[in-house]
């Protein structure tokens, strides 16, 4: 919320710079900062159009004589379909800046000569959604006769300073200007003076004609309407609507304007009806019936059993503590006023908010909580304005719905624990003065305290409150610096954070970039690779339908990832992301939280350059890298890649599970073409690994051995075979009966084509043996090697070539 410091000067006495008190406020716990509205505006005065004339060379340019306080009236060409003589209105004169860097200068349009320029609001900076809405596509016409020459910033509130406070959820009560004062005033040691409400009793009547009805009590703790008739709804005071669209509100008229005000004055959002309108002379709140609509101004919203309504019969006017709809608005041709407060729970309306995504400045505070201790007084106030502005004849008293009496919190303290916990020595009179400033009551009783806190300070329970409040306005700056006593606790990573740490490094060193993507998904995100086959887990209020479930994989993200990139030109990614996946087993509420390591490659892996073409990347390339970081696993277990076809989103003949011993850990593959059609990617190879299942894996106990002695002994094998034998079929059997000096396999040669036999595959492989205590002998390797030849040819029918 915006404090404007200029409201704040009529509670408490304000002399410091706006920086000074957003640092103060900062320093207290609330995150504050300063904002200076129109800095950048010069030469903008009131002007008085005395005459309009066509342009002689245009059909909508006119020419404006304006009298801005000089000797001379000055020649203004103006568009604007709304400029009239005898208006009042914003005139930057020669050398004036206004917004993003405009600058006016004299000159000719059309040939006529134009010393300034008439302004509309959007053009001196007020945002053109907040400013009224007759003036949308015209200029700015002030209500009232001003004085010509003098500056419209004070006017307007175009160079207004505020205080931006960033509001922690517990500390709503500064969402009113009221309750800011409290607090800034605290920090200064300056009680803020304000004046109660009242209204004409004379006007004040027994009026019996409408009534309020609260079926959820539990729900609206309090309900309070009054009534005012034959009142003439008009347009709000320029001091009431420059405040509101400093806030972020459009002035509307007389009679919403005042709810509004009263909503960032108290913190109390308040609504109001136009009475005739009514199908009932009654406001009801209750549950709605599925399929209620709510009309709004721009849309039609279906209700249902969980929207807490206000309705007038069976006509549903509006969602409690959020908005209203159009059926019994009011507008220009209101005479009768139904104005309404009330506490709605905030559970409530923050979930119906959210369902129906209509989250504004009334739902953000009934969520936060407001002070039912100013329902009654809030209500006042508004009935007030209303009859200020819009001359009432008559005004009901207070028509109650539901009333809940508010009750300060009284807590207890000890003034030795209060300075224990905060390591100060205060005397029992510095910490009272402390409660003072805040608005407390308090007593002493040795060294009980005990303190009455107001009700418009809900957060505040315990006696940990009050040492915070202590410590707040004593200025946690001005604590002393202690070590801590007692035992110390060594930090650090455990083992399975150490490996996943690790593993992360060594994509890094690969040139992966790292990503962090949120860990909600849609539906079809955690149907498309369920790798983990887990159920699927829900959120109960989601954001956003893209936001509704708990990722079961990583490789979701990095897709969205690699087609937000490229939809942008940048083609060649080598992505990763380290995070947790939720893995559901049926019949379980809550997911297991399981460390995941997956990554993402597109593009080319080698750029063309002078002496080298550029490579795409292809399976093997990332069978590398993945090779690569299981080697950081320094497991006791053989690692193999089984091709699989178990994926409908991975290209069948490119992907593979990875296995630790048979039991799978990761799968690594080429996204299917239809799905990187869908999803507008190029061809993207992706892998994902289990952290949790490779941390399982046994160590593997690594010893130093001197160089070898002896020299290797190798033979090159020519076979083949069928294509749908793998590689890595070929290279484990060829190790099972090679003998305990076969100590490499490595294929050097694949070719499928001519003079080959339909459906096979020639292969070439390398295999070194090697003694480490003797020199081998032919007889030993020859021996070996018709082994390795006998069982291949055996156990997958190959030729030896």
């Known amino acids: 919320?915006?404090?404007?410091?200029?409201?704040?000067?009529?509670?408490?006495?304000?002399?410091?710079?706006?920086?000074?008190?957003?640092?103060?406020?900062?320093?207290?716990?609330?995150?504050?900062?300063?904002?200076?509205?129109?800095?950048?505006?010069?030469?903008?005065?009131?002007?008085?159009?005395?005459?309009?004339?066509?342009?002689?060379?245009?059909?909508?340019?006119?020419?404006?004589?304006?009298?801005?306080?000089?000797?001379?009236?000055?020649?203004?060409?103006?568009?604007?379909?709304?400029?009239?003589?005898?208006?009042?209105?914003?005139?930057?004169?020669?050398?004036?800046?206004?917004?993003?860097?405009?600058?006016?200068?004299?000159?000719?349009?059309?040939?006529?000569?134009?010393?300034?320029?008439?302004?509309?609001?959007?053009?001196?900076?007020?945002?053109?959604?907040?400013?009224?809405?007759?003036?949308?596509?015209?200029?700015?016409?002030?209500?009232?006769?001003?004085?010509?020459?003098?500056?419209?910033?004070?006017?307007?509130?175009?160079?207004?300073?505020?205080?931006?406070?960033?509001?922690?959820?517990?500390?709503?009560?500064?969402?009113?200007?009221?309750?800011?004062?409290?607090?800034?005033?605290?920090?200064?040691d300056e009680k803020p003076k304000f004046t109660k409400p009242e209204l004409n009793q004379d006007k004040v009547k027994d009026l019996t004609d409408v009534t309020a009805t609260v079926e959820e009590k539990d729900l609206v703790p309090d309900y309070l309407l009054r009534e005012l008739k034959d009142i003439k709804v008009s347009k709000s005071p320029l001091w009431m609507q420059r405040r509101l669209w400093n806030q972020n509100i459009r002035p509307v008229n007389s009679v919403v304007d005042a709810a509004n005000y009263v909503m960032i004055e108290y913190g109390q959002p308040v609504q109001v009806y136009d009475l005739d309108k009514l199908p009932q002379k009654n406001l009801t709140v209750k549950l709605a019936k599925d399929g209620d609509k709510l009309i709004l101004a721009d849309t039609e919203k279906s209700l249902n059993h969980n929207d807490l309504v206000i309705a007038s019969g069976e006509k549903v006017l509006g969602l409690a503590g959020i908005v209203n709809g159009t059926n019994a608005a009011v507008d220009e041709n209101t005479t009768n006023v139904l104005v309404e407060a009330g506490v709605f729970d905030g559970a409530f309306v923050r979930k119906a908010a959210q369902r129906h995504d209509l989250r504004d400045d009334a739902?953000?505070?009934?969520?936060?909580?407001?002070?039912n201790g100013?329902?009654?007084?809030?209500?006042?106030?508004?009935?007030?304005?209303?009859?200020?502005?819009?001359?009432?004849?008559?005004?009901?008293?207070?028509?109650?719905?539901?009333?809940?009496?508010?009750?300060?919190?009284?807590?207890?303290?000890?003034?030795k624990h209060i300075n224990h916990l905060m390591g100060l020595e205060l005397s029992s009179d510095e910490i009272i003065q402390i409660f003072d400033r805040l608005g407390f009551t308090s007593e002493l009783s040795g060294d009980e305290v005990t303190v009455t806190i107001p009700t418009r300070r809900w957060d505040m329970e315990i006696e940990a409150d009050l040492v915070e409040e202590v410590n707040r306005i004593y200025g946690y700056e001005n604590l002393p610096n202690t070590l801590p006593a007692g035992m110390e606790t060594r930090g650090g990573y455990?083992?399975?954070?150490?490996?996943?740490?690790?593993?992360?490094?060594?994509?890094?060193?690969?040139?992966?970039?790292?990503?962090?993507?949120?860990?909600?998904?849609?539906?079809?995100?955690?149907?498309?690779?369920?790798?983990?086959?887990?159920?699927?887990?829900?959120?109960?209020?989601?954001?956003?339908?893209?936001?509704?479930?708990?990722?079961?994989?990583?490789?979701?993200?990095?897709?969205r990832d690699i087609a937000y990139n490229q939809a942008r030109k940048n083609d060649d990614l080598q992505l990763f992301e380290q995070a947790r996946v939720f893995d559901r087993e049926t019949g379980n509420?809550?997911?297991?939280?399981?460390?995941?390591?997956?990554?993402?490659?597109?593009?080319?892996?080698?750029?063309?350059?002078?002496?080298?073409?550029?490579?795409?990347?292809?399976f093997y390339y990332v069978k590398g890298i993945v090779e690569e970081l299981l080697s950081y696993v320094n497991a006791d277990a053989q690692f193999s890649f089984v091709a699989t076809a178990d994926y409908g989103n991975l290209h069948p003949g490119q992907t593979a599970k990875i296995l630790a011993n048979g039991q799978m850990v990761g799968v690594i593959g080429k996204l299917h073409p239809n799905y990187q059609k869908a999803h507008n990617v190029n061809d993207t190879f992706v892998f994902e690994l289990n952290i949790d299942a490779?941390?399982?894996?046994?160590?593997?106990?690594?010893?130093?051995?001197?160089?070898?002695?002896?020299?290797?002994?190798?033979?090159?094998?020519?076979?083949?075979?069928?294509?749908?034998?793998?590689?890595?079929?070929?290279?484990?059997d060829i190790f099972s009966n090679g003998g305990k000096y076969l100590k490499d396999v490595n294929i050097f040669d694949v070719y499928e084509g001519k003079n080959i036999k339909a459906n096979h595959k020639s292969l070439g492989y390398h295999l070194v043996f090697l003694n480490p205590n003797d020199t081998l002998t032919d007889e030993e390797v020859e021996k070996a090697f018709t082994l390795v030849k006998d069982s291949l040819v055996q156990k997958f029918n190959v030729e030896i070539r």
């Open 589 to 618: 509420d809550r997911p297991k939280e399981l460390p995941f390591i997956s990554g993402a490659i597109s593009g080319n892996v080698i750029e063309d350059a002078w002496n080298t073409n550029a490579k795409p990347v292809d």
């Open 494 to 559: 455990s083992a399975k954070r150490e490996l996943s740490n690790k593993l992360r490094d060594a994509l890094l060193a690969s040139g992966l970039d790292e990503v962090i993507n949120y860990s909600l998904l849609n539906k079809q995100e955690v149907d498309d690779f369920n790798i983990l086959n887990s159920e699927y887990t829900k959120l109960l209020h989601p954001m956003t339908e893209d936001h509704e479930y708990l990722r079961n994989s990583l490789i979701p993200g990095l897709v």
């Open 374 to 415: 100013i329902v009654s007084e809030a209500l006042v106030r508004v009935t007030q304005l209303i009859d200020q502005i819009s001359d009432a004849k008559e005004i009901s008293k207070e028509i109650i719905g539901n009333y809940t009496k508010a009750e300060p919190t009284v807590i207890k303290g000890s003034i």
């Open 363 to 371: 739902s953000n505070r009934f969520e936060k909580g407001v002070d």
């Open 1 to 188: 919320m915006k404090i404007s410091v200029n409201w704040l000067k009529e509670y408490i006495p304000v002399d410091h710079t706006v920086e000074e008190i957003a640092n103060k406020v900062s320093l207290t716990g609330i995150e504050s900062g300063p904002v200076k509205l129109g800095e950048e505006l010069t030469n903008l005065v009131v002007g008085h159009i005395t005459s309009v004339k066509p342009h002689p060379d245009s059909d909508h340019l006119k020419l404006c004589q304006v009298d801005v306080g000089e000797e001379e009236e000055i020649q203004i060409v103006c568009g604007a379909p709304n400029v009239a003589a005898d208006q009042y209105v914003i005139v930057a004169l020669h050398g004036a800046h206004l917004p993003n860097g405009v600058r006016i200068k004299r000159g000719k349009l059309r040939g006529q000569e134009s010393n300034g320029m008439i302004c509309g609001l959007d053009e001196v900076g007020v945002p053109a959604q907040y400013m009224p809405k007759e003036f949308e596509n015209g200029i700015y016409v002030f209500d009232e006769p001003q004085t010509p020459g003098q500056d419209v910033y004070d006017l307007l509130g175009l160079k207004d300073e505020m205080v931006d406070i960033d509001i922690t959820p517990n500390r709503a009560d500064t969402l009113g200007m009221r309750g800011a004062a409290w607090e800034i005033g605290a920090t200064y």
């Open 694 to 732: 490779l941390f399982d894996l046994n160590t593997r106990n690594v010893k130093a051995t001197s160089a070898p002695k002896y020299p290797a002994i190798s033979r090159d094998l020519a076979i083949l075979v069928e294509k749908d034998v793998e590689n890595g079929q070929i290279i484990s």
